[in-house]
């Protein structure tokens, strides 16, 4: 449960934000946007035209859009006789063998329908809700954001576990190791991007994240990620980290800056494959 306050017009329904005029809490149907922030209906009476939150709200096409991508890929998957993941899924050493592709490609696949369903779930009901309030353009660069820094931190963990001690290491090795010949695949290092940027878009509203639905929703995937053997660490905490800066530059409205730090995220990941193919060629030496 929220708690967050209530709509001082709408008892029954959850303050969104304050009025900038009088501060009281009021609901998404009653904020009417005003020359600064939003207002009450009452407050906006007789002042300059107006228009109320819920107009401004459009559908949530990319979000459907992804959504088809990866129900449409996952039963491609299952009905063509060809290793389409081991081709697609993201292999560290493949990557630096010139397999570049596969930063981008493995957020579209997924391992099992368990895997696939709960995934496509939660991408739907965030970008159901987030979309219609950042727009189309603003919601994809986050979204591209999001893989790009959950495939980042999928390559970034293999290359710690083949050039450093980590494996060794009590609990963290156990935790975070990353084998650089696995594959991983899935969306979801993507929807902690947009958890992240849900939480970060409640921090700027002056409502606590960890105090709501969301914060209980990351906090929970958060221990089952570090819990589960077989559950990619660097790509959930890599798309949630990205999710975060990602909601805070959406705040500021630059959407061309957040497409260009997933672009040059991508490219970093990419050549981050270079380094874990020496790493392992020097330990097979």
């Given at each position: 449960?929220?708690?967050?306050?209530a709509c001082?017009l709408?008892?029954?329904r959850?303050?969104?934000?304050?009025?900038?005029?009088c501060?009281?809490?009021?609901c998404g149907?009653?904020?009417?946007?005003?020359?600064?922030g939003?207002?009450?209906?009452?407050?906006a009476?007789?002042?300059?035209?107006?228009?109320?939150?819920?107009?401004?709200q459009?559908d949530?096409?990319?979000?459907?859009?992804?959504?088809?991508?990866?129900?449409v890929?996952?039963?491609a998957?299952?009905?063509?006789?060809?290793p389409?993941v081991r081709?697609?899924?993201?292999?560290?050493?493949a990557v630096?063998d010139?397999?570049?592709w596969m930063?981008i490609?493995?957020?579209f696949?997924?391992?099992?329908l368990?895997?696939?369903?709960?995934?496509?779930?939660?991408l739907?009901?965030?970008?159901?809700?987030?979309e219609?309030?950042?727009?189309?353009?603003?919601f994809?660069?986050?979204?591209?954001?999001?893989?790009?820094?959950?495939s980042?931190?999928v390559m970034?963990l293999?290359w710690i576990?083949?050039?450093?001690?980590l494996p060794?290491?009590?609990?963290?090795?156990?935790?975070?190791?990353?084998?650089p010949?696995?594959?991983?695949v899935?969306?979801s290092?993507a929807?902690?991007?947009?958890?992240?940027a849900?939480?970060?878009?409640?921090?700027s509203?002056?409502?606590?994240?960890?105090r709501t639905?969301i914060g209980t929703l990351?906090?929970?995937n958060?221990?089952l990620?570090f819990l589960?053997?077989?559950?990619s660490?660097?790509?959930h905490v890599?798309?949630?980290v990205a999710?975060l800066?990602g909601g805070?530059l959406?705040a500021t409205k630059k959407t061309?800056l957040?497409a260009?730090m997933a672009?040059?995220t991508f490219a970093?990941t990419?050549?981050l494959?270079a380094?874990?193919?020496?790493?392992?060629?020097r330990?097979?030496?």
């Amino acid at each position: 449960m929220s708690d967050s306050p209530a709509c001082y017009l709408h008892p029954d329904r959850p303050a969104l934000l304050r009025c900038s005029r009088c501060e009281q809490p009021i609901c998404g149907s009653d904020a009417i946007e005003a020359p600064v922030g939003y207002q009450c209906p009452e407050c906006a009476t007789g002042g300059v035209p107006v228009r109320r939150l819920r107009d401004l709200q459009v559908d949530f096409t990319v979000t459907k859009a992804l959504v088809a991508t990866i129900a449409v890929v996952y039963l491609a998957t299952q009905a063509i006789d060809f290793p389409i993941v081991r081709t697609f899924g993201l292999i560290p050493v493949a990557v630096g063998d010139g397999n570049w592709w596969m930063v981008i490609t493995s957020g579209f696949l997924h391992a099992n329908l368990m895997h696939i369903a709960f995934n496509g779930i939660l991408l739907w009901r965030l970008g159901e809700l987030l979309e219609p309030r950042v727009g189309h353009h603003a919601f994809g660069a986050l979204y591209a954001f999001g893989l790009a820094g959950g495939s980042l931190g999928v390559m970034l963990l293999a290359w710690i576990t083949v050039a450093t001690p980590l494996p060794n290491i009590p609990v963290l090795g156990f935790a975070l190791a990353t084998s650089p010949v696995s594959v991983t695949v899935g969306a979801s290092g993507a929807v902690f991007a947009l958890m992240g940027a849900a939480m970060s878009a409640m921090r700027s509203r002056g409502i606590n994240p960890w105090r709501t639905d969301i914060g209980t929703l990351v906090l929970l995937n958060l221990v089952l990620t570090f819990l589960i053997p077989g559950i990619s660490v660097g790509g959930h905490v890599g798309g949630f980290v990205a999710g975060l800066l990602g909601g805070r530059l959406l705040a500021t409205k630059k959407t061309a800056l957040l497409a260009g730090m997933a672009i040059a995220t991508f490219a970093m990941t990419i050549t981050l494959g270079a380094p874990v193919l020496t790493s392992v060629l020097r330990l097979m030496q």
